[in-house]
C-alpha cells in the first residue's frame, strides 16, 4: 500500500539482532482503511524485532488514543488504545497464514508491510461497544439522548411481547 510506505519494515537489511522500529500513527493513516468506526488518533506503535535465520518476531508496543463515536450518544470521544500483540513471520517462498499471528513470506519479499496489522491490533483493542462512560471527566449527551429514537419495533414489541412479560417476572435479586 503506497499510502503506508512508512510501515515498511525492509528486513532484509536488517542483521539477525533485536531491532526497535518506532511507527507514528495519525489521522492519515485511518483514512485508507474503509470503515468509519475510527475517524483519525494518535498513537505510536513500537515494534521490537529479532531476527534469526528465516524468522522474524515482532512484537507490537501500541499506545495513544483514536477518535470515535460514543455508540450511545453519538458524540465524538478521544478513546485511549493500549494494545500488545505478537506476529511471527517465516521467511519462506509463498504469502500465506499459518496460524493466528503466524505468517509466511516469501524471503524475497525483501520487506514487510506493518500498517494493515497495526490497523488490525488497534480495532481488536477497541470494546464492541465505545460509550462516554468509560471515559474520565465524560458523560453522555443528554440532549442528544432525548432525539435518539429508538430503533424501529424495539419498544412496541417490548411492551406486546408475551417473552418480555415473562421476563419481568423474573426476581434478579433472587
Ligand atoms: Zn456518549
Redesign the pocket.
Known amino acids: 500500500m503506497e499510502k503506508h510506505k512508512a510501515f515498511d519494515i525492509e528486513f532484509m537489511r536488517l542483521n539477525d539482532d533485536e531491532h526497535e522500529l518506532s511507527f507514528d500513527i495519525d489521522d492519515a493513516f485511518f483514512e485508507a482503511f474503509p470503515q468509519n468506526r475510527i475517524h483519525g488518533g494518535n498513537l505510536k506503535s513500537v515494534v521490537t524485532l529479532r531476527k534469526e535465520d528465516a524468522l522474524l518476531q515482532l512484537q507490537f508496543d501500541t499506545e495513544g488514543s483514536i477518535n470515535t463515536t460514543?455508540d450511545?450518544?453519538l458524540?465524538s470521544i478521544s478513546y485511549p488504545i493500549e494494545s500488545f500483540e505478537t506476529l511471527i513471520v517465516n521467511l519462506g517462498t509463498d504469502y500465506k497464514e499459518q496460524d493466528v499471528d503466524v505468517i509466511e513470506i516469501p524471503a524475497t519479499a525483501h520487506k514487510l508491510n506493518v500498517a494493515q496489522y497495526i490497523y488490525e491490533y488497534i480495532l481488536t483493542a477497541m470494546p464492541m461497544f465505545v460509550?462516554?462512560d468509560d471515559l474520565e471527566n465524560v458523560v453522555?449527551?443528554e440532549q442528544t439522548l432525548k432525539y435518539i429514537v429508538p430503533l424501529p419495533g424495539n419498544e412496541a414489541d417490548d411492551k406486546s411481547d408475551p417473552r418480555w412479560n415473562a421476563l419481568k417476572n423474573i426476581d434478579l435479586d433472587e
Do not use: E, K, L
Open positions: 460514543c450511545r450518544c458524540n460509550n462516554c453522555c449527551d
